[in-house]
């Protein structure tokens, strides 16, 4: 078992680009954050590996949420795009990323949610898709509503879509959120106001494209997402020192 | 300085409309000779169970291999079909998750070291605005785990929260107590 390992290394995110586990304006962190220090953890062969969850797993049609149904969703078709960099500008290619978002209304369709919003038989708010090769992906959907969510008086969640990205190792898994420009209700949103870095937060915005709107049938936003990027060292580790 | 990253957000409660689809807690399939099973609750800091979590397992083969590109050590030889190595359950109503999977081998740490055998985990909730990392780490291996580095760098009286517990052949449990007395030891990545 000895012998040289020259592996990647993973460079950590700077003070303030993610959300403090502890943010008293969430609620339901006070619980559920850990208070003992957290304990360095080196990034060897499990972290710097990860599932590789490839497009045997998926189907064209599960980038497209409004033609899943008997009919179209209700609401206003978008076209969300954009590229998964990581934080040196290299593409991600062959990541698997998750979508799950609302209906047009507000609704999401789960047995707990009880919100008196409709459901749209015709909309379940999942998709799926893998970057090409040049880490680029493009889902088609509706755009998602607002919600109430009790977090405090008349408090309600910007319109959003969950991310989920995988990478190509376990130290950079990441699940988000985008939130598209102008809403009045991202300065009140104690989730996405929780980033302490203004840029960094803005990164979850997304950007109207006029470009990439389609005549007669869509708009379009695009959403980079940039994941933990190598360290400029390769980290290296000699036999036996 | 890094360059910024695009930040993490909370799963909320609804991740479960659909993420489970993917593998879910079976690693490999029931039945599997040589599985182990390991069950365990999610915890918050009042002793409540968590029944909106998930959690994710990434692990090594029984050879200590990944089927992974970065892997040094190169391609995976044959010899575990299909096994990918990951593992996804969200929690139930009473907090409890399950993996099925085979044991992981012990794997090189680059200096001579080894790493006893081990799961990295992330846990997912509705209240936790990043991912929690730990690691499961198995109580038959004492003296692989008591030479282990990373355990090595837990203070002592917190190492035990790492290592499951065994029920009976087969069966481990790990419980996760996201904070608290018992609180697990989570990881800065």
Redesign the interface.
């Known amino acids: 078992m000895t012998g040289e390992l020259v592996l990647p290394g993973y460079a950590h995110p700077r003070p303030g680009n993610h959300p403090p586990l502890d943010f008293p304006g969430y609620t339901a962190t006070a619980l559920r954050h850990p208070v003992k220090p957290l304990v360095l953890l080196p990034h060897r062969l499990t972290e710097v590996t990860g599932p590789l969850l490839g497009d045997e797993l998926i189907t064209m049609q599960d980038a497209d949420l409004t033609t899943r149904h008997a009919g179209e969703p209700l609401g206003q078709r978008i076209i969300v795009s954009g590229r998964v960099l990581d934080s040196g500008g290299r593409p991600v290619p062959d990541t698997l990323i998750e979508i799950w978002q609302t209906n047009a209304a507000g609704r999401y369709r789960h047995t707990h949610d009880h919100h008196s919003a409709p459901l749209d038989p015709d909309f379940d708010g999942i998709g799926r898709a893998i970057t090409d090769a040049g880490g680029r992906y493009r889902f088609v959907t509706i755009k998602p509503g607002a919600y109430p969510w009790g977090n405090h008086h008349n408090a309600w969640r910007p319109a959003h879509i969950h991310f989920s990205l995988f990478g190509r190792a376990f130290t950079q898994r990441l699940i988000t959120q985008m939130y598209f420009p102008g809403d009045p209700l991202l300065p009140l949103d104690p989730i996405y106001n929780s980033v302490p870095d203004d840029k960094a937060r803005q990164l979850m915005v997304a950007e109207f494209s006029i470009e990439d709107t389609q005549p007669e049938w869509a708009l379009a936003y695009r959403f980079g997402i940039v994941l933990r990027g190598r360290d400029a060292s390769v980290f290296e580790e000699g036999n036996q020192r | 300085?890094?360059?910024?990253?695009?930040?993490?957000?909370?799963?909320?409660?609804?991740?479960?409309?659909?993420?489970p689809w993917?593998e879910g807690p079976f690693v490999v399939p029931e039945g599997t000779p040589g599985a182990v099973t390991i069950i365990g609750r999610l915890f918050?800091?009042?002793g409540?169970v968590?029944p909106?979590g998930l959690i994710?397992t990434?692990?090594?083969g029984p050879d200590g291999r990944?089927?992974?590109p970065?892997?040094?050590r190169g391609p995976v030889p044959a010899g575990y079909g299909a096994f990918?190595?990951?593992g996804r359950c969200p929690t139930a109503r009473d907090g409890s998750f399950k993996l099925v999977t085979l044991k992981p081998g012990?794997?090189?740490?680059?200096?001579?070291r080894?790493?006893a055998p081990?799961i990295?985990v992330?846990v997912?909730?509705?209240?936790?605005?990043?991912?929690?990392?730990t690691?499961v780490y198995f109580p038959d291996e004492a003296a692989l785990n008591g030479a282990d580095?990373?355990l090595a760098?837990?203070p002592a009286d917190?190492r035990p929260t790492l290592i499951a517990v065994p029920l009976a052949d087969g069966l481990l449990e790990f419980d996760v107590h996201?904070?608290g007395d018992r609180?697990?030891?989570?990881?800065?990545?």
Request: charged share 25%; aromatic share 12%; net charge negative.
């Open positions: 300085m890094s360059e910024l990253v695009t930040p993490s957000q909370t799963t909320g409660p609804y991740f479960a409309m659909r993420l993917l918050d800091g009042a409540d968590i909106d994710e990434w692990q090594a990944f089927a992974h970065d892997d040094p990918r190595g990951f012990a794997l090189p740490f680059g200096d001579g080894v790493e081990h990295d992330s997912f909730a509705r209240g936790l605005l990043d991912r929690c990392v690691r580095p990373v760098a837990v917190r996201v904070q609180e697990t030891v989570f990881f800065d990545l």
